[in-house]
């Protein structure tokens, strides 16, 4: 009797289980045919019910109202398929990306995008309905988001985003388009967002500046110097980053020249800033010069410019300054050049700040970029054991970037930690280490 009553209790606990595929098959049968209701409300709250349903079966279900003759209703339904979060989804969404309605289009961008980045649009959103919803005052600061090493994206995502790209019906559609190429490190793009980046559009070649400047292929560095001499102040500064982050070697004169005889204070700052990413020994001259300027921009980039020239003898000078600099920002820029340089005496320093309100992000930058040297990586993993959490946490998301076959150990361990955001920052930098390991045994 005993075990017929544990059979009997246990089939009760199981039956609401049982019975959830079957309530959500019967939701979205009705659903689907509340899309072919006469009433266009009607079909659009089916369409958000099949969303919320996870029925792989609504799929195809949405893709045949993508047709729909009312526009809201088909903004539904492309959120729905965005909602569903399925593969197959994927198809439907390309499909929408060439709505005739230019907001829906960018939409479906926008939801193609978000299925790998989990930043999707969710219903009853109506930002994305805003003309010039991009314009940035700093792409380069504003504007992070990027999938992670080792992802691998649909071909029928890209084709639709560089179909939209040079779709010219819609500047709104073709912003959006150079966007998610960059999210999506779209490398294959790269010819058409260079000559998106000589467009007319401003917010357009912004964008597509970002978007090369997140690609990092050094092979378009080279056909954006003539941006430098832009009638357009935001596409010149833009333009002056971009080459610097791409390594064109070949811009350091131009920049050299703009920085010196240029007379906007922006303009500078951002051609500095251009330099400072190439960290061109023949450029050492106005790091020194500037690291002692009273515009802390310029002695931010002077002291990551004179850290990028693997010139140990800039370490003194670099010393001399950090000492008397009041102002965190720039002291942690020279504390990361003298880093740079091989001196460790701030290494500590650099990663308590990963802890700062204000600079936690430009330490972890920063640790990204000292981290690609592999005798410094080492140097990482003795503080995944700090008793700090976010230390913890942010030390993964660095080894998203540049984990090696040495991390995998110490990152195994640190999926296990107690805290849940540690352990799944750790299990998300292994995935991407092992995806690179993958592709360069």
């Not at 600079?359 to 040297?373: F, G, I, K, M, P």
């Not at 990482?380 to 998301?397: G, H, K, M």
Request: glycine share 4%.
């Amino acid at each position: 009797m005993r075990h017929q009553f544990i059979l009997a209790t246990s089939l009760l606990l199981l039956a609401p289980f049982a019975a959830a595929p079957a309530r959500a098959y019967q939701t979205s049968t009705s659903a689907a045919d509340q899309l072919k209701s006469p009433d266009p409300d009607a079909r659009a709250k089916a369409a958000r019910e099949l969303g919320k349903s996870g029925d792989f079966s609504a799929v195809a279900a949405l893709n045949g109202a993508l047709i729909d003759p009312d526009v809201k209703v088909r903004r539904e339904v492309v959120l729905a398929l965005a909602a569903l979060h399925k593969s197959a989804a994927l198809q439907p969404l390309a499909a929408a990306s060439r709505d005739s309605d230019p907001d829906i289009r960018t939409l479906a961008l926008q939801c193609m995008v978000g299925y790998y980045t989990g930043q999707s649009p969710e219903a009853g959103v109506t930002g994305f309905m805003k003309k010039n919803a991009h314009r940035a005052k700093n792409l380069f600061t504003s504007d992070n988001a990027r999938i992670d090493p080792g992802v691998t994206v649909d071909p029928v995502v890209l084709a639709a985003l560089q179909n939209d790209l040079s779709d010219t019906r819609s500047i709104q559609v073709q912003r959006e388009a150079a966007r998610g190429l960059g999210t999506l490190m779209a490398k294959q793009a790269v010819p058409d967002l260079v000559k998106a980046a000589h467009d007319s559009d401003v917010d357009l070649a912004r964008q597509a500046l970002d978007s090369l400047a997140k690609i990092k292929d050094t092979s378009a560095g080279p056909r954006l110097i003539d941006l430098l001499d832009s009638q357009g102040k935001d596409v010149k500064r833009d333009a002056a980053v971009t080459v610097g982050i791409l390594q064109c070697h070949e811009a350091v004169a131009k920049l050299q020249l703009l920085f010196q005889n240029g007379s906007d204070r922006k303009t500078r700052e951002k051609v500095l800033q251009g330099l400072a990413y190439l960290g061109d020994p023949v450029s050492t001259p106005i790091f020194t010069k500037e690291l002692w300027s009273a515009n802390k921009s310029f002695r931010i980039s002077a002291a990551e410019g004179l850290g990028r020239t693997s010139a140990k003898q800039n370490v003194a000078e670099l010393q001399k300054a950090a000492t008397a600099e009041k102002d965190a920002e720039p002291r942690l820029a020279m504390q990361f050049a003298i880093t740079n340089l091989g001196t460790d005496d701030y290494v500590n320093t650099i990663i308590q700040d990963l802890t700062s309100k204000l600079h936690a992000d430009t330490a972890q930058a920063y640790l990204v970029e000292l981290s690609r040297n592999h005798e410094f990586l080492s140097k990482l993993y003795s503080y995944l054991n700090s008793s700090d959490a976010t230390v913890r946490r942010r030390l993964a998301v660095v080894l998203v970037s540049v984990g090696d076959k040495t991390s995998i150990a110490p990152l195994e361990t640190l999926s296990h930690d107690s805290n849940n955001d540690v352990a799944a920052a750790a299990l998300r930098a292994l995935s991407a280490t092992r995806s690179r390991l993958n592709s360069n045994p």
